[in-house]
């Protein structure tokens, strides 16, 4: 029977409608059916030396389990995502795919066709996987104990990869719940938080212990942990806010994203009146930034009842950092843009609070240090915008607590610690460190990266000492 011919555009996946979808927090993407993937499959080519696999940060076999989907098979998806990934449900849902595997699809790169949708394929396997029985290993652990510090993305793909390699792994998390950024910062309608509780019961399943409430440097030394392990990952990330430092960010109303995100995210303020976590009600918003967590604040409050939502972005939509679905999602959402524009001051009434945005209009100059070009101040272009309540997204930096409390180790002139790119390795013998605290922040896809190279140079570093050791 003739192969049907290859279809030209990706397999649609159902989504909410706009007007629905923004008066609650349940998942906008509906997923795929078996039958939609499969046809979404048949359109890869499987080609031998797949660029795909070489732009992906965990090197996957995407033709692998791509043809696996297409033969119906998904266990056998799932065991070749499993070698390379602990959280495929929650790549498939966040990964930023169009700027790495699907960006270099050989099908894609023709004039003619829109890449393979690697991410949505992948997120099908994964949530098949999530439905099915999980078998829970006996804790072993007979090449040493490692201790894992923040269990985000980048900690529990190492967590996950060393228990794997036959270690005994502990994650000290400082919140009551694990799962770091993928807990506080990502909205329910873009990662549910059933999907990461349960690919952490599965990274649990293979003998990792998470203690929570634990704050390293606190609660527990760096000192204390490396007489106890043989080895420390830290994968604390970036959670401290960066402010702009504007005339009024202390008025009341002006938040980062960080406080914002968590209050609903974490503290389950999204699920008011069953948790009667305080977030402001507000009338209108403004946002400040361009990246995905901007696009988060945004659309959270369009949710928590905003009437208007709008994003000041200081330079043009050709520059935006945020994934161009979110992008697409939240002009359906009704959230406004105002580019080439920038906040200069936070107006306040008498009680302190926030009832204004003054804004200054922008244009592109010549490029700074990242290649982009600078945004420069229009003399004389002032206005203002009315707000009760604006939200700082402009990055975050490194969280000091672990980092006052242990002055041994190296820092770059960041302020994030200095690890080797290549090892993970830090200045001190047997800690290593990845994720955002490392480079700043980045992507869930990337931290995992940094992840699986710690977790095999940890397995090495044990081994030698121990080798060593007998030696002598």
Aim: proline share 5%; net charge negative; glycine share 10%.
């Amino acid at each position: 029977m003739a192969k049907a011919k290859r279809s030209y555009t990706k397999t649609p996946m159902k989504e909410q409608a706009p007007e629905i979808r923004c008066h609650n927090f349940e998942e906008v993407a509906l997923g795929y059916s078996l039958e939609e993937g499969q046809a979404e499959a048949s359109r890869c080519l499987q080609c031998k030396n797949a660029p795909c696999i070489a732009n992906c940060p965990v090197m996957i076999d995407i033709p692998g389990f791509i043809k696996a989907i297409e033969e119906g098979d998904m266990p056998k998806a799932h065991e070749i995502l499993g070698r390379y990934t602990n959280l495929p449900a929650i790549c498939g849902r966040v990964c930023p795919q169009e700027k790495q595997c699907e960006m270099v699809c050989r099908l894609g790169r023709s004039k003619k066709f829109e890449p393979v949708a690697i991410g949505k394929l992948e997120r099908l396997v994964a949530d098949w996987a999530l439905e099915q029985p999980i078998e829970y290993k006996e804790v072993v652990g007979e090449k040493g104990k490692v201790a894992v510090i923040g269990s985000g993305p980048s900690g529990l793909t190492a967590a996950g990869d060393l228990a794997k390699l036959g270690y005994q792994v502990t994650i000290y998390e400082a919140l009551h719940s694990p799962g770091g950024v993928l807990t506080y910062g990502i909205p329910e309608f873009r990662l549910p938080k059933r999907v990461v509780n349960k690919e952490i019961e599965r990274i649990k399943a293979e003998g990792v212990t998470i203690e929570t409430n634990v704050v390293v440097g606190k609660t527990i030394t760096m000192e204390e942990i490396m007489e106890q392990f043989d080895a420390c990952y830290l994968s604390v990330g970036a959670g401290a806010p960066n402010f702009q430092g504007i005339k009024g960010t202390s008025l009341n109303g002006v938040y980062s994203s960080s406080e914002y995100l968590t209050r609903i995210n974490l503290m389950h303020g999204y699920q008011f009146p069953k948790y009667d976590t305080p977030v402001q009600e507000s009338k209108n918003v403004v946002v400040i930034g361009g990246g995905n967590v901007a696009m988060d604040a945004a659309r959270s409050a369009k949710r928590l009842g905003a009437e208007n939502v709008s994003i000041v972005y200081r330079r043009s939509l050709a520059e935006l950092p945020a994934r161009e679905e979110e992008y697409h999602h939240s002009v359906e959402e009704g959230i406004n843009y105002h580019w080439l524009t920038n906040p200069v001051e936070y107006i306040g009434d008498d009680n302190g609070r926030l009832v204004a945005v003054k804004c200054v209009q922008m244009e592109l100059g010549e490029p700074d240090d990242s290649g982009r070009r600078r945004p420069v101040v229009i003399p004389g272009s002032e206005f203002i915008i009315d707000a009760d309540t604006a939200i700082e997204a402009i990055g975050q930096g490194a969280n000091k607590v672990l980092l006052d409390t242990f002055p041994e180790l190296s820092l770059n002139k960041w302020g994030y610690i200095d690890a080797d790119e290549e090892t993970c390795a830090t200045s001190i013998p047997g800690i290593y460190a990845g994720g955002d605290i490392v480079t700043g922040a980045a992507t869930v896809i990337l931290a995992m990266g940094a992840g699986k190279i710690a977790a095999n140079e940890i397995d090495q570093y044990v081994q030698n000492k121990k080798m060593q050791e007998q030696s002598v």
